[in-house]
């Protein structure tokens, strides 16, 4: 079985594959100070929900992090406890998907990993819409490159800068409000976080089509997924595990296929 581990600025997402199958994923929070012991003992919880252990039934992992420290404990965290390296989605890891951007160096693991998967599994062109700390949209040809995209703050970064750099403004919970015209404080944040960023996606959705000059499949993913995506227009497939497919893709063509 293969663990898959994508880190992200404000959420970990775990996963664990039979074969080609996501059996069992989870959420947890990042936090840069976590050890490589401390990890230990946070994704031994997770695995032995499932009758699964470090000595026995996983053979392989492999991580996507966009946090550094985060990304050397969980390197020593898998030598440690599970007997072997990871692969680890960096530069110089084979992916298959060429990366035209002027520094392909510099894109995150996970924009690669979800370019990887979407083309994949929906073929291209497409474009991913990654609802997280971060709103990004990567756009990947038709012959399967990546060209790009844009970064935009995601709806939980906006709703707590508006709170912090405004007296009177608090942060509210992530629901759609009753309609686009808030009746209180409370909706009209809810309206402008949520109806604005579905209004961003589709809008830039639109643009980044115009520019490939082809109708883009359009995959959304990310933790606020669930929350914008109703709200928008232009999405053709939400695929929550996005990022860990992506990874399982990475790990097969370095590695090969982990065993069962």
Known sequence: MLLAVSVGNTNTVLGVF??????????????????????????????????????????????????PTSTRA??????????????????????????????PRE????????????Y?????????????????YD??????????GAIAPGVQVSNEALSSRTARLPQVELLAPRSVTGRNTVEAIQSGLLYGSAAEADGMVERLQAELGDHATVVATGGLAPVVVPLCTRIDEVDEWLTLEGLRLVFERNVGPADG
Not at 77 to 85: A, C, D, I, S
Not at 107 to 113: C, K, N, S, T
Request: glycine share 10%; net charge negative.
């Open 120 to 136: 994949h599994r929906y073929g291209g062109p497409c474009i991913v819409v990654d609802f997280g700390t971060a709103t990004t």
């Open 18 to 67: 039979q074969g080609d199958e996501l059996r069992w994923q989870w959420r947890m929070s990042t936090d840069p100070e976590h050890t490589a012991d401390e990890l230990a003992v946070i994704f031994a919880g997770f695995l032995a929900q499932h009758e699964l252990s470090f000595s026995r039934q996983i053979t392989g992992v492999v991580i996507s992090s966009v946090v």
């Open 139 to 148: 756009v990947v040809s038709a012959k399967g490159e990546f060209l790009g």
């Open 107 to 118: 894109v995150g693991a996970d924009r690669i990993a979800n370019a990887l998967a979407a």
């Open 74 to 103: 969980l390197r020593e965290m898998t030598e440690r406890y599970f007997g072997f390296p990871p692969v680890v989605l960096e530069p110089g890891t084979r992916t298959g998907l060429p990366i035209l951007t002027d520094n």
